[in-house]
């Protein structure tokens, strides 16, 4: 089987912009590409965390085919070349890591996070960027999703000194957080419920990462687990010869109980 190579790529994309080539693809822009890259990158993700080599293999490619389209695209409005974009990565990375590359000495988990915190900034005063505490979150993308967006803002705040001291303490601040959710719901005010809710996940978010637990990935496990649960749940009902839409709140949980059961 011939092994396609990265040039190949880039010589494949040219087709599809030549004079010859597809109408939709030469529509394209680097803007109307990025939408099309978090779609793919989430199904890559889903297939890597559902351990699907097959559709890993498959995903992984269309992402790797729309980063070397952005790149085509990007060269021809702003001269981006790939070379560029590796030999900036690689010179990047190598900085970064100094207790591989360099003669730096780490012993710790907590060492190796403030060595890349100061390394960074460090980059930020090189190239004129203001590395000030208030532009502590510059660097996390807006559009991220809120999940994700939540972890790395409290890993940057604990990076930095700005977190509870012991879990202990974390604890007793989602209690507050927790009762402060009770009063807003008792008061009934949208506006305020909005608001603590939205702090309580918030803590949620921090109670997980202390524990090495990331929110996105665990709530993602838990869809999946719900999905499946779900679904089995209406093939036994079926199984036992039930009627799924006249069934009571408490025969389905009988039948929930029973698919958890059964998957030990």
């Known amino acids: 089987m011939h092994e396609a190579r990265p040039d190949e790529i880039l010589e494949l994309i040219g087709g599809l912009l030549g004079e ?16 099309y890259l978090l779609e793919e990158t989430y199904e890559l993700v889903e297939a890597v965390r559902s351990k699907d080599r097959a559709g890993v293999r498959e995903e992984l490619g269309d992402v790797f ?31 970064r890591h100094p207790h591989v590359f360099g003669e730096a000495s780490i012993n710790t988990r907590q060492e ?19 590395p000030k505490p208030e532009n502590l979150f510059a660097n996390i993308p807006e559009g991220l999703p809120p999940l994700l967006k939540a972890y790395r803002l409290n890993s940057k705040a604990a990076r930095d000194g700005f977190t509870w001291k012991t879990n202990v303490d974390h604890r007793q601040a ?18 305020a ?24 990935g665990a709530l993602l496990r838990a869809n999946s687990k719900f999905v499946r649960r779900f679904r089995n749940m209406c093939v036994l009902a079926e199984q ?16 929930w109980e029973e698919v958890k059961k059964a998957e030990g």
Not at 112 to 130: C, F, P, S, T, V
């Open 193 to 216: 419920k909005e608001e603590e809710f939205g702090d309580l996940l918030f803590n949620l978010v921090e109670l997980g990462r202390r524990q090495g637990i990331k929110s996105s």
């Open 112 to 130: 190796l996070h403030q060595q890349w915190e100061a390394i960074k900034k460090q980059e930020k005063r090189a190239g004129n960027q203001d």
């Open 65 to 95: 085919f729309l980063l070397f389209f952005l790149t085509v695209l990007l060269n021809g409005e702003q001269g981006l070349e790939l070379s560029e974009v590796w030999q900036e990565n690689v010179r990047k990375m190598k900085g």
């Open 174 to 191: 989602l209690t507050r957080e927790w009762e402060e959710w009770l009063r807003a719901v008792a008061d009934g005010d949208p506006e």
């Open 20 to 35: 010859n080539g597809c109408g939709w693809d030469k529509e394209q822009t680097p803007d109307t590409l990025c939408d």
């Open 240 to 255: 036992k010869g039930l009627d799924w839409d006249t069934l009571d709140l408490e025969s389905k949980d009988r039948l």
